[in-house]
């Protein structure tokens, strides 16, 4: 178990500028989530895929938000036309089933500055 | 709307001095309570899941209790080690994979 790495630690970008994060879950887990936490907040939810179908997606993602899981395996996370409202720490977390009966491990996340 | 909330936001505790954190929620049809813990800089690691009412779980100097409108997680007897925020989550109505989160207790814990 190598558990949940994501790329980079780290994005520093100008307003404006689209941006791509990626996240390898652990190697037999079919469910991956993308979160995104601000400072003094809980995770909030963004969307989630079962192997490559992507199963729900938060009513409140802008459209400028897209996530890809083309072979099941990893996933990216791209922001379009970035905004200061964007910067917060990105997390994608792996499950092998549903949340109900395991639990969600969590990479260290992507954290996102805009400036 | 379902919402979580935790309190008290921050916590402060002498090494041995037990506490509880709180986590009060409003959602229909309760089908699963979560507790993370987190490190500064990492993301959450899970510490407990609790399914009805009456229900406790344990592990170490934590323990997980569940009653109809909210959960707490009792600190026995902490050390330095435990210091971090502690989430609360709760499974949406109507979803598989949707967790919402509290905003955490961060509890400090000093020799």
């Known amino acids: 178990d190598t558990g949940v790495s994501q790329d980079p630690r780290h994005k520093i970008t100008k307003r404006g500028q689209n941006v791509t994060f990626r996240c390898d879950p652990i190697s037999e887990h079919n469910r991956l989530y993308w979160y995104r936490q601000t400072l003094g907040q809980g995770p909030e939810f963004l969307t989630y895929?079962?192997?490559?179908?992507?199963?729900?997606k938060s009513r409140l993602l802008s459209d400028r938000f897209s996530a890809e899981r083309p072979k099941g395996s990893f996933s990216t996370l791209e922001i379009q036309r970035t905004e200061q409202g964007d910067s917060a720490m990105y997390l994608c977390a792996s499950s092998p089933i549903t949340v109900l009966n395991s639990p969600l491990h969590f990479g260290n996340g992507t954290r996102l500055t805009v400036t | 709307e379902d919402q979580v909330t935790q309190s008290p936001e921050a916590l402060r505790l002498q090494e041995g001095e037990s506490s509880s954190l709180n986590c009060s929620y409003t959602v229909s049809g309760l089908r699963g309570l979560f507790w993370y813990r987190q490190d500064p800089g990492k993301g959450p690691e899970f510490l407990f899941t609790l399914y009805s009412a009456g229900e406790e779980k344990e592990k170490e100097r934590l323990k997980a209790t569940l009653t109809k409108k909210e959960s707490f997680l009792h600190i026995t007897a902490p050390k330095p080690e435990d210091s971090a925020t502690y989430l609360c989550?709760?499974?949406?109505?109507?979803?598989?994979?949707?967790?919402?989160f509290g905003a955490g207790t961060q509890v400090v814990v000093t020799p």
């Open positions: 895929f079962q192997n490559e179908a992507q199963l729900e």
């Open positions: 989550a709760v499974l949406e109505g109507g979803s598989w994979g949707k967790l919402q």
